[in-house]
């Protein structure tokens, strides 16, 4: 049985020139559990995750895997899965031989193969090649590739990003599965509707700071609930609510105030003369609580403009470094790579920091 060993970011920050990615960010990811690591794009989610793969260097603080850097881990391959962005193969080339080669270097038994295959749910399109699979197999192929060393850690950015219904059921139970199994599992997203079904915990980031971290249940009621108002006379109810200094917007069915306490509201209409039709409390649901977090994150410095170029064209056609070492399967190509630069590069190129 793989063992899980904690993820820990501490005072991590990374500045690429005038801009901040990522701001101070300390959370630990627990084993035997899945954890989402959410934000929306531009928050920082990926160069975190570079950062605690070895692929970039902090400006200050350690990513860690149980106190150990990824360059300093004696096997990579068995103790941290890895995947960022979707994961790209050759396309002549079947699932079954992409994987060997990998177990080749790794010292690993072909039977390692067969098995992540079947694992995924490929062991039937093993000897097909690359080219003729759905973006949903290829995801399990991506998945298959990270699970082969057998590791206790899984980090896997945006794995759901483009799944159909069913491949986002599968991957869901996946994940529950793997985390069972006493692995550390950490899954990034930009939505938290695309998660939440499938973790335990979230870290939220906006901006590259950490806006919450806890379970889904303690996000529900981080962000205060509002109480819904209304009076056959909107205006006046308005007119009070200003002059009492809450502050509101106008709904479908009612004002909504910012205010958690529905008698206080009532009050005030009572003594102002003012009828009221409608008064609910109403609790910020999960989306809504995820978006106000964000949507508030504190600016960290310069632009949040994503400049990454996408090379879908080298994509394509380009094979993952098959290295011992680089249990990491893609890495997004860095801005100012040429056209045509394979992205499944493992450098620790810190010339990334002059940017
Ligand atoms: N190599 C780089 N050079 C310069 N700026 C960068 C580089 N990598 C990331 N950034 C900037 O850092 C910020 C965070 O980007 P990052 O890709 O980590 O966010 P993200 O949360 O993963 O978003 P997305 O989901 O869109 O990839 C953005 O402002 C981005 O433009």
Known sequence: MPTGVPIEFSGVTKRFGAVTAVADLSFTVEPGRVTGFLGPNGAGKTTSLRMLLGLVRPTSGTATFGGTAYRDLANPLTTVGAALEAASFHPGRTAHNHLRVYAAAAGLPTSRVDEVLRRVGLGE?????????????????????TLLGDPGVLVLDEPINGLDPEGIKWIRL??????AEGRTVLVSSHLLSEVQQSVDEVVIIAKGRLVHRGTLATLDTEVAPHVVVDSPDRTRLGEVLTAEGFEFSTGRTGLLVAEGDPGRIGHLAFVNGVEISMLQRQKAGLEESFLTLVDGGEVV?????TTRVTDAAADATAEPAASVDAAVSTEPPAPEAPAGES??????????DQR
């Open 125 to 145: 399109y093993a000897k097909r090649r690359v080219g003729g699979y759905s973006l949903g197999m290829r995801q399990r192929l991506g998945l298959a590739y």
């Open 174 to 179: 996946f994940l529950r599965e793997l985390a």
């Open 301 to 305: 410095g310069g632009s949040t403009e």
């Open 343 to 352: 992205p499944g590069r493992h450098a620790d190129h810190d010339g990334e």
